[in-house]
């Protein structure tokens, strides 16, 4: 498989580059090729891959290459214009932005979820966003088996889910740095309640990102969804807190048991030992890790999770990977 990243000096753009040089997914011998891409600006510049050095090429050059599959992290305007020309000259595009997630015809695919709806032929995948993702992983499986009438979800946001701005920004304000202010109000030490712009009903987009993407994702459009995004002052990854309301009763024990058995989940559940997932031990690895399971004493129906997972890494770039090695598999049936 020839690889091109889209967007390859940006910062999820370069977690991308590790994950496929960790060869997990997708061993080092089966990439046959490596095309880094990035804009005008940075055309020219050198990148290293595998011991090798590679230059950022720009949009068409990357074209008359003829990679097998293209990963995009580069925005969702440069999406929207460039999505559409690499597919329409047989490259498989993974998009990582907002671009087209919510088109009907395009899979929003979170492999261990809904790989499935990933055809021979298809040319444009989303991947989501990375609160949806790391709540999917999740619940997909206590959805699939005890139906999910209802969730809320309370985001706690590292400031790398904002790029590299949020995070000058922060260190900026730690060193007593002048800057430009990316978020509404300074970070260092604080919490904003406040992820994207706010739309016409009160909610922000990262809300309503949750709850239509984990719609399509779990094929149900009558769950209901609830949220509350909030940016934190960390960088290790994104916390959530949340309870699900199932449609029936629920055995307590199964769902601890569907948890531990879900692929690419960790539990990390000893509140006698203080044992519980933190962003600071998520940082760097692929697994989305839940603690704090409990039942809901307010209601019969409800469970109250914990969720933690770098979204960097199983967010944003791990997931576009594991999509790349599924189309791969899918190439050698």
């Known amino acids: 498989m020839k690889i091109a990243v ?15 040089e960790e060869g997990r997914y997708l061993p080092p011998s089966e990439i046959s090729g490596f095309i880094p891409v990035a804009s005008a600006a940075s055309a020219g510049k050198k990148l290293k891959f595998n011991g090798n050095e590679y230059e950022v090429l720009g949009m068409e050059q990357a074209i008359n290459l003829k990679p097998d ?40 695919v979170v492999p261990e979820i809904n790989a499935h709806t990933i055809k021979p032929d298809t040319r444009i995948i989303a991947n989501p966003n990375c609160s949806t993702m790391q709540l999917v992983v999740v619940a997909g499986p206590l959805h699939f088996k005890y139906g999910i009438k209802r969730m ?5 946001q590292a400031v790398t889910g904002s790029g590299i ?18 978020y509404p109000h300074r970070i260092d030490l604080n919490l904003i309640p406040q992820g994207g712009a706010f739309l016409d009903n009160a909610y922000t987009a990262e809300e309503m990102k949750l709850l239509n993407e984990t719609r399509k994702i779990l094929n149900n459009q009558d769950i209901m969804l609830t949220s509350t ?10 916390s959530m807190a949340v309870n699900i309301e199932f449609a029936k009763e629920y055995n ?16 990390q559940d000893n509140p006698e030992r203080s044992h519980y997932p933190m ?5 760097g ?13 307010s209601h019969l129906h409800a469970l109250d999770l914990w969720i933690v997972a770098d979204n960097l890494r199983k967010g944003a770039a791990t997931n576009a990977v594991q999509i790349a090695a599924h189309l791969h598999k899918l190439k050698q049936k």
Not at 90 to 104: H, K, L, P, Y
Not at 165 to 182: A, D, P, T, W
Not at 252 to 267: A, H, Q
């Open 6 to 20: 889209v967007g390859a000096t940006g910062l999820v753009g370069s977690v991308i580059i590790q994950v496929l």
């Open 69 to 108: 599959v293209a990963i995009f992290s580069a925005g969702a305007k440069t999406s929207e214009t460039w999505a559409p020309v690499f597919a329409e000259a047989g490259i498989t595009v993974i998009d990582n932005s907002s671009a087209w997630r919510m088109f009907d015809n395009i899979p929003l």
């Open 152 to 156: 809320v979800v309370s985001t706690y």
């Open 165 to 182: 701005k949020g995070v000058q920004q922060l260190e900026n304000e730690r060193k007593g740095i002048e800057y430009e202010s990316f």
């Open 229 to 238: 995004v909030v940016r934190v002052p960390v960088y290790g990854g994104h």
């Open 252 to 267: 307590f024990d199964e769902v601890r048991e569907i948890i531990r058995n879900t692929s690419g989940v960790v539990v």
């Open 279 to 283: 962003p600071v031990n998520a940082e």
């Open 285 to 297: 690895r692929d697994e989305v890790f839940v603690g704090r399971i409990r039942r809901d004493i």
